[in-house]
């Protein structure tokens, strides 16, 4: 496997892309692949600083187009810095959310139009897409009662059931438009079984990278 692949993971809250993220690391490693770890928003120092005014309550009442514009100059920032210096020195990214959130939060939940947000990903990205998405997906209530076992919510966690079956429906929408780079998980299943789908996931995406 010569070309340096980014693969992001993507989910509404709860649903485990925190510890998946942790089990995909240890596939890389596995095949020898050389990688780096990375989220969104953050990623940088900036990127970081940035996500700490998203996601804190300093500013409650944010513009749906404010919390949008600063999703996309975190995104700046992360590519400009951590992504494409990455591949281009042939390693490899993953990465915790990346644009495909933008349209499920910014676009599904917010209801900012989707045709906006294409705009400014085609601006601030180039041609820089993910080449392999796995959508953690369950339904909201069981996400919820995952997270609200952990800290106190940020902004977005204090959102209403009503917005994130907002922010599924969206992801699931891009899952079944883009099949080839989009692969659903179904992460209502029990740790075990959502590894096993995704150690599937990861090796049929490594037998066509070699392809
Ligand atoms: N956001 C946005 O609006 N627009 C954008 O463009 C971007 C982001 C990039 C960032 O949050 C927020 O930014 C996010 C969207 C917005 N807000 N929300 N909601 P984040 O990604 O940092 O946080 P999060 O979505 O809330 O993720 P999380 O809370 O870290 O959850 P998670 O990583 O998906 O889950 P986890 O921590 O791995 O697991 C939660 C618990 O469940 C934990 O105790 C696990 O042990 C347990 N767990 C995990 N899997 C299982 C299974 N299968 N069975 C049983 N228990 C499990």
Known sequence: MTQARFITLE?????????N??????????????????REPGGTALGEQLRELL?????????????????????????????????ANGQWVL????????YAYQGGGRGIDFERIRILEDYVQ??????????????????RERANQRSAPDRFEKEQTDFFNKVREAY?????SDPQRMK???AALDLDAVKSQISDQIKLFFSHSDS
Do not use: W
């Open 55 to 87: 996601l804190g309550h300093k500013h409650d009442g944010m513009a749906d187009e404010t919390e949008l514009l600063m999703m996309f100059a975190a995104r700046a920032e992360h590519l400009d810095k951590v992504i494409k210096p990455a591949l």
């Open 172 to 176: 699931l929408s891009r899952a079944k």
């Open 95 to 102: 990465c915790d959310r990346f644009t495909d959130a933008t």
């Open 11 to 19: 989910g509404s809250e709860g649903v485990g892309k925190t510890t």
């Open 21 to 38: 993220l942790e089990y995909i690391k240890t596939l890389l490693s596995a095949q020898g692949i050389d990688f780096i770890v990375t």
């Open 184 to 186: 659903i998980i179904n």
């Open 126 to 143: 180039g041609d820089c897409r993910p080449d392999l998405t796995l959508l953690l997906d369950a339904p909201i209530e069981i996400g």
